[in-house]
């Protein structure tokens, strides 16, 4: 089946409390300033916390949605 591209890929799951990353939170942030540019900013700022998973920009009253992990090591 992978040979026919059925199967296109494998995955492999981790125990986060195995590893020290039990504790997952999201954290939800309504911003003021929708331009490029506060975004560009928020962008590095956030890109530069280890802590930070994935960010997401949302619609409706939260604007941008945060997936954190406890302590910021890997």
């Known amino acids: ?3 026919e591209g059925i199967i296109t890929g494998k995955v ?4 986060q409390n195995r590893i020290g990353l ?7 942030i309504e911003s003021g300033d929708h331009s490029d ?12 916390m ?3 998973m994935e960010f ?6 939260v604007d941008y949605m945060l ?3 406890r302590g910021g090591h890997a």
Do not use: Q
């Not at 492999?12 to 125990?15: C, G, M, S, W």
């Open 1 to 3: 089946m992978e040979g």
């Open 67 to 69: 997936a954190c992990r």
């Open 50 to 52: 280890p802590e930070v």
């Open 37 to 48: 540019a506060w975004l560009k900013r928020f962008a590095v700022a956030v890109s530069a």
């Open 22 to 28: 039990g504790c997952r939170s999201f954290v939800s």
């Open 56 to 61: 997401y920009r949302m619609a409706g009253d």
């Open 12 to 15: 492999a799951l981790v125990d």
